[in-house]
């Protein structure tokens, strides 16, 4: 079974700008469970957030 950080990564590989709030509606998670799974990945150094949050996107490190 994919892990829900392997589904946010898909998400951002999928679109860079990708938001929060719209991770949360596809992936059917609340805001809270995707954004400490973000956190997570940002931890490990597999993503970064390059720019704002209105107008950045996501950088996959690894």
């Keep these: 079974m994919e892990s ?3 589904k ?3 998400l951002i590989r999928e ?3 990708i938001t ?4 949360s509606n596809k992936l059917g ?3 809270s469970t ?3 799974n973000l ?3 940002k931890e490990k150094g597999i993503i970064d957030r390059i720019g704002s949050d209105r107008n950045g ?4 490190l690894k």
Excluded: D, H
């Design 4 to 6: 829900t950080q392997e």
């Design 8 to 10: 946010i990564l898909y």
């Design 15 to 17: 679109n860079p700008r």
């Design 20 to 23: 929060q709030n719209m991770m």
């Design 29 to 31: 998670f609340a805001r």
């Design 34 to 36: 995707i954004s400490s």
């Design 39 to 41: 956190q997570k990945l």
């Design 57 to 60: 996107y996501w950088k996959i």
